[in-house]
C-alpha cells in the first residue's frame, strides 16, 4: 500500500511526452499483451528526472516517446518465461530495475512526431542496439548521443547494451512493486487523488 503510492503517473497534463507501451499491447517481442493495465508509471524520483529529461529535450525542439516504465515483477516473470535471456532482460528473481519504477525505455521525436533513427528499432536482440556498436553511421551515433547527453544531464544512468534504457542510479534502493502497486496508481490517478 505505502509502495504503491510511490508510483507517479506519466504523461498529460503534467508532462508533454509521447506515450507507446509496448507491453500493453501485443507490440513487442513476445507478440501478446504482457501488462494487466494501460497506465504509464515511474517512482516518484524518477518521474521527476524524466520531466527534467523531457524539458531538455524540448529545448531542441524534441520530444520524448516512452516505449516502458514500470514493469510489475508478474510481468517481469511473463517476460522471462518467453526470453530468457539475461543480456536483455534482467532476471526476475533479481528484479529488473523497471519493477522497481526507476528505468525507462524511451526515444526522441521530432517536432514531426517522427522517431529519430537510432540505427535499429527498440527492444532489437542485436550488437546493433550497443551503444558502441561499430559501423553505424553518423547521424545514428549523433542521435543516440544527443539521447545519451540529455538523460545523463537529468540525472539518468545507461546501458550500454540498449540504446533505449535508462535507469536511476542505485536502483536496488527502490524497492520492486507488483501488479497490484499499478492497479492502485491507476485507481488513485482515476480519483484524482495525488
Ligand atoms: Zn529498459
Redesign the pocket.
Known amino acids: 500500500m505505502v509502495n504503491a503510492m510511490l508510483l507517479t503517473p506519466i504523461g498529460s497534463p503534467d508532462l508533454d511526452v509521447v506515450i507507446d507501451l509496448a507491453y500493453a499491447g501485443a507490440n513487442n517481442f513476445t507478440g501478446q499483451a504482457i501488462y494487466l493495465h494501460q497506465g504509464c508509471f515511474l517512482h516518484a524520483v524518477a518521474a521527476e528526472k524524466l520531466a527534467h529529461a523531457a524539458s531538455l529535450a524540448g529545448q531542441l525542439g524534441y520530444r520524448l516517446k516512452i516505449f516502458?516504465a514500470f514493469r510489475p515483477a508478474e510481468a517481469q516473470w511473463r517476460l522471462w518465461l518467453h526470453t530468457p535471456d539475461a543480456d536483455f532482460l534482467a532476471p526476475p528473481w533479481r528484479g529488473s530495475p523497471?519493477s522497481r519504477g526507476v528505468?525507462?525505455?524511451l526515444t526522441l521525436i521530432d517536432g514531426a512526431g517522427n522517431e529519430l533513427d537510432m540505427g535499429t528499432p527498440f527492444d532489437a536482440l542485436t550488437p546493433l542496439a550497443h551503444h558502441d556498436a561499430p559501423g553505424l553511421v553518423p547521424q545514428v551515433q549523433r542521435n543516440r548521443h544527443l539521447l545519451l547527453g540529455l538523460m545523463s544531464t537529468a540525472g539518468w544512468d545507461f546501458?550500454f547494451k540498449?540504446w533505449?534504457?535508462y535507469q536511476l542510479f542505485e536502483p536496488r534502493r527502490y524497492p520492486l512493486l507488483s501488479d497490484r502497486a499499478a492497479g492502485t496508481a491507476m485507481m488513485a490517478a482515476g480519483a484524482g487523488l495525488d
Open positions: 516502458d523497471h528505468a525507462v525505455d546501458y540498449e533505449w534504457h
